[in-house]
């Protein structure tokens, strides 16, 4: 297919974070529509046209499901049980949630039109528990206002009617771009979310010459009486404060070189270690790691807020140390009170990356959202650190568990795994006298090892290896060694056992994993090649299981 764009236009409208070079970015280009988180490379308010045949319109109805129901077109199984995916077509950035009237309200970048058009728009996913989802349909439709599609930002609700549209009206300022460059723009909501309306006076937010100039996350900043925004500007966040949503005013810039190019701001205060006498800010941003050896995820630093400006108390962290975690959103419940909602909040990500988002082998639909999980500030070697466990509500899908005895794993130890190829699995590993040894989860299918879940006691580290799964193995990376490379890569993340056992908890669905271990998380996509599913747990050297036990996930589909 040639490109949609001449190779210089595409430089324009270039958005990953990405360092893998200039070959690889022609690769890209070449690979056709590029629709980019936060940010379709290919956003032009000029080209494409409204959706048609698929119930959006800006309604809120359900978009149409496939002819045969939402896995028609998924013959290798791999669309998750558990997991939040599209009926069809494409996903990527989530947008941050929000409660009314008993449901929770999440909103995610969408083509319908991939992968042979462009442009994203917000699709509406609804929720009771932050589990079981239901797609709504198109809240937001692309290519409406002249402005170019509709990307990320914020959706919050006005419960004083601070915009001028009403009390409790829900309002959403986000990105569009036209013609390469990026403005903000407000859209009102009636009908509790469901649909919006364009503001008359678009964009809110006129693009003062950037290139790098989207992704607006809103806070309500109540001890001064504002609304803050924070935008990615390239190296860059800068701040704005509002009284209304409308007119925003610039007051500081947070400036970090080596991560990239920083994307999905986001900003909020937690309680360190439950004391709220030790409230902290924690500015957060989807960045690249690549200078570190990771890949791309989101950092984050901890400090101060004084309504104008952040100052941070130390370097960069990671909150997850797999391939797979990107533009991810926290938030909190505004049911709880005060202290609670400072106590921890959930978040979610997108899980995928951009260096192979385009190249993996779903069929009709592409991408899925991480589980939910909550996230704490607890200190961490002196230093405050948000610490990750899987949301409780997860555990309305569980099965019964099947006990794994403890005792030596010697030779490796098979494990009940269920044929659906969803299921959680809790191993508790006893450190060994002198303090080393291995031990590994073997994910297999067809006698395939796709993927391995380790720890390694001697380095106090977790990680993930997929080298053996159907994209690494197989042809969906052909001609992309850049992108392979990175794939094959094993990820770890530090988590030093804090007594004589290490626990894993490791969510399987039918193509990810996600690892939690000592409040560390790592969340990898795995593909596994065709077969009946198995799971094996092996050592080196004289490591032992304390226990375990497997517990099979029902769909939430």
Known sequence: MPPKFPV??????????????LAAATVLVLA??????????QGDGQRGAPDAGTGQGGTGQPAEPPAAGPGSADEAGYRPAYHLTPDQHWMN??????FLDGLWHYYYLYNADYPDGNGTEWFLATSTDLVHWKNEGVAIPKFRTGLGDIETGSAVVDAEGTAGFGKGTVIAVLTQQHDGVQRQSLFYSTDKGYSFQAYGQNPVMENPGAEHWRDPRIVRDEANNQWLMLLAEGHKIGFYTSPDLKKWTYVSAFEQEGLGILECPDFFQLDLDGDPARRTWVLAASANGSAEGRTTGLAYWTGSFDGKAFAPEGGHQWLDGGPDFYAAVTWDDPRLDDAQRTASRHAIGWMNNWAYARNLPTDGWYGAASVVR??????????????SSPTAALQSLEGAPVQVPGGSIGDGLALPVPDSGAFKADVELARPADGTGEARLLLQSGGTTYATVGYDFAAGRAFVDRGGDAVAGGSGLAGRADAAGDYRKERWVDAPPAGDTVRLTVYVDRSSVEVFVAGRTL??????????????????GPVSLKGGTVTPLAGIR
């Open 32 to 41: 056709g529509v590029l629709v980019l988180c936060g940010t379709s490379q």
């Open 523 to 540: 969340t990898a996509l795995a593909f596994p090649p065709a077969g009946p599913r198995e799971a094996r747990l092996v050592a080196d």
């Open 8 to 21: 210089v236009v595409m430089a324009a409208f270039r958005r990953r974070p990405m360092v893998w070079a």
């Open 93 to 98: 950035d989530p947008q941050r949630p929000f």
């Open 374 to 387: 909550d996230i704490r500030l607890a200190s961490d070697g002196g230093r405050p650190a948000l610490v």
